[in-house]
C-alpha cells in the first residue's frame, strides 16, 4: 500500500453493524486517560501505536487537535483500537464524518507488526499550532503542566516497513 491515504468510501449498509469489526488509530482526546477516551467503551485496546506514513501534521485546536497532510510533517503516536460498528456510528458522531472530519484507512506499526486502520483527519482547513513530535500526550501534558508519568513509547517495537503485514 503506497503511502497515500484513501478517502472514506460511500458507506455500506452493514457497516455499522454490531457484528462488523473496525480498527481505529486514535491520537488525541481519544487517547487512554483523556476526556472524550469513554466514547470507546466496549473497545478492544490493541496497543500503542504510530503511524508508518511520516506526511502528516499535528495541530492544536484547544481541547483536541487534528492531523493534515504534510509533506514536511511526521509520523504520529498513538493508539490502535478495534471496534464493532455501533462504536464506529458514535466515533463518526463525535468526529462529525464527514462535513468536518474526512475519515481515511491507512496503515499503522504496531507491536512489531503492521495494520490498516481508520484515522480521522482535517485536509484544507489547517490552522492552531503545530504539536511537536504529532505526540498530543507529551504536548497536552507539557501545555498543561500535567506531571505524566510514562510518556515514552521507547519499550514498543514498531516496525519500520510495511514487512509485517496483518
Same mark, same amino acid.
Given at each position: 500500500?503506497?503511502?497515500?491515504t &484513501?478517502?472514506a468510501?460511500k458507506?455500506?449498509?452493514d457497516?455499522? /453493524?454490531?457484528t462488523?469489526?473496525?480498527?481505529?488509530?486514535?491520537?488525541?482526546?481519544?487517547?487512554?486517560?483523556?476526556?472524550n477516551? %469513554?466514547c470507546?467503551?466496549? /473497545?478492544t485496546?490493541?496497543g500503542a /501505536?504510530r503511524?508508518?506514513?511520516?506526511t502528516? &501534521?499535528?495541530?492544536d485546536?484547544g481541547?483536541?487537535p487534528?492531523?493534515s497532510h504534510?509533506?514536511k510533517g511526521g509520523s #504520529?503516536? %498513538?493508539?490502535?483500537y478495534e #471496534?464493532?460498528?455501533?462504536?464506529?456510528?458514535?466515533l463518526?458522531?463525535?468526529? %462529525?464524518?464527514?462535513?468536518f472530519?474526512?475519515r481515511s484507512l491507512?496503515?499503522?506499526?504496531?507491536?512489531?507488526?503492521?495494520?490498516d486502520?481508520?484515522?480521522?483527519?482535517?485536509?484544507g482547513?489547517?490552522?492552531g499550532p503545530?504539536?511537536?513530535?504529532n505526540?498530543w500526550?507529551?504536548?497536552?501534558?507539557?501545555?498543561?503542566?500535567?506531571d505524566?508519568?510514562d510518556?515514552?513509547d521507547?519499550?514498543e517495537?514498531?516496525?519500520e516497513d510495511?514487512?509485517?503485514q496483518d
Amino acid at each position: 500500500m503506497n503511502s497515500k491515504t &484513501t478517502a472514506a468510501p460511500k458507506v455500506p449498509a452493514d457497516f455499522y /453493524a454490531a457484528t462488523t469489526t473496525h480498527r481505529v488509530f486514535v491520537y488525541g482526546s481519544l487517547l487512554s486517560g483523556l476526556h472524550n477516551h %469513554g466514547c470507546l467503551d466496549g /473497545a478492544t485496546f490493541l496497543g500503542a /501505536a504510530r503511524t508508518l506514513s511520516g506526511t502528516w &501534521t499535528m495541530r492544536d485546536l484547544g481541547a483536541f487537535p487534528t492531523l493534515s497532510h504534510d509533506d514536511k510533517g511526521g509520523s #504520529v503516536l %498513538g493508539e490502535a483500537y478495534e #471496534v464493532d460498528g455501533e462504536v464506529m456510528a458514535h466515533l463518526d458522531r463525535l468526529e %462529525g464524518f464527514p462535513r468536518f472530519y474526512t475519515r481515511s484507512l491507512i496503515r499503522v506499526a504496531l507491536r512489531g507488526r503492521c495494520i490498516d486502520a481508520w484515522v480521522y483527519h482535517i485536509e484544507g482547513r489547517e490552522r492552531g499550532p503545530v504539536v511537536p513530535k504529532n505526540d498530543w500526550r507529551t504536548y497536552l501534558a507539557e501545555r498543561e503542566g500535567i506531571d505524566d508519568a510514562d510518556l515514552s513509547d521507547e519499550d514498543e517495537d514498531f516496525p519500520e516497513d510495511e514487512d509485517g503485514q496483518d
